[in-house]
């Protein structure tokens, strides 16, 4: 499905993580080949679900929710040990916890922070879903998963701060893919794959250019953002994020979250 106007309709992350692969988006190279939504990860895999647009920045997890996708190839938001910004708080051991405050605009996370417990402890919690924000989410259930924007604000520190990707990496030895793009069937791939890779190679050089502009927006101590960038994030997707990818689908339905995986398709 192209839109009306021929353009391109992408749905994209606004996070400060997504910032190296959306700031030539935000730049306007692509005017006139581009239609732009800017919204949460949950929604941009609803909005690819639905048709509402061609190409999104989803969570990796939804891959194996939605028919006839393929993938960008070599992008990701991934992370090899800390993240930083994907967090359970929690006042108890896991093994105590009873109940989940799940931040709703996530899917990977609750999926990871889901085989966490199946793996671990052979128990879920029962969970509800927030908007993030640390208190009120601590005052309804004994954890909370926040991730994104949310998990880098101040958060209370009188808690347990467990990063989601730190506890992956010990468990498998990998890194872990939080989203990639993700294309539907029907879009002119070649034309999306090169708009994407124009994306990636414009924006991570730009990143201490900007930090001005950046700090208005997100306002972190310049060495927090360029160690995020540089240290607890990466976006180049190859084998170990693929091996990492395999690990993820099996646990996931290992833990009753997907069907059967279907095996990662690359646009071309
Ligand atoms: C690393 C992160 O990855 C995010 C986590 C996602 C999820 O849990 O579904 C989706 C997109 C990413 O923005 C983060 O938000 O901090």
New binding site residues.
């Given amino acids: 499905m192209t839109l009306a106007n021929g353009l391109i309709h992408f749905s994209i992350?606004d996070?400060l993580?997504?910032l190296p692969l959306n700031m030539a988006f935000k730049d306007g190279l692509f005017e006139g080949q581009v239609d732009l939504t800017f919204d949460y990860?949950?929604q941009c895999a609803d909005n690819l679900a639905s048709g509402r647009c061609e190409v999104g920045?989803i969570?990796s997890?939804e891959y194996q929710r939605i028919a006839n996708l393929r993938i960008a190839p070599g992008i990701c938001?991934a992370?090899r040990h800390e993240?930083r910004?994907?967090l359970i708080l929690t006042r108890k051991p896991l093994s105590d916890v009873k109940t989940v405050a799940l931040?709703r605009f996530?899917?990977?996370?609750?999926a990871l922070l889901r085989i966490l417990f199946h793996r671990r402890f052979g128990f879920q919690p029962q969970f509800i879903t927030m908007t993030p924000q640390a208190e009120p989410m601590l005052a309804e259930a004994d954890a909370a998963l926040i991730?994104?924007d949310a998990?880098l604000r101040a958060l209370p520190q009188d808690v347990d701060h467990i990063d989601l990707a730190r506890e992956w990496n010990r468990d498998t030895g990998l890194p872990f893919v939080?989203?990639f793009w993700a294309i539907r069937r029907g879009a002119n791939t070649a034309a999306v794959c090169d708009i994407l890779n124009r994306a990636k190679a414009y924006g991570m050089p730009r990143i201490a250019t900007r930090m001005d502009d950046i700090r208005a927006r997100w306002p972190l101590p310049e060495n927090d953002i360029l160690d995020y960038f540089h240290t607890n994030?990466h976006y180049d997707l190859g084998e170990p994020e693929l091996a990492s990818l395999a690990l993820f689908y099996r646990y996931a339905e290992e833990a009753g979250l997907i069907k059967h995986p279907s095996p990662p398709r690359f646009a071309t």
Avoid: Q, T
Avoid at 106 to 110: K, L, T
């Fill in positions: 992350i996070y993580n997504a990860p949950s920045l969570s997890i938001i992370s993240v910004s994907v931040d996530s899917r990977s996370s609750v991730i994104g998990a939080f989203a994030i």
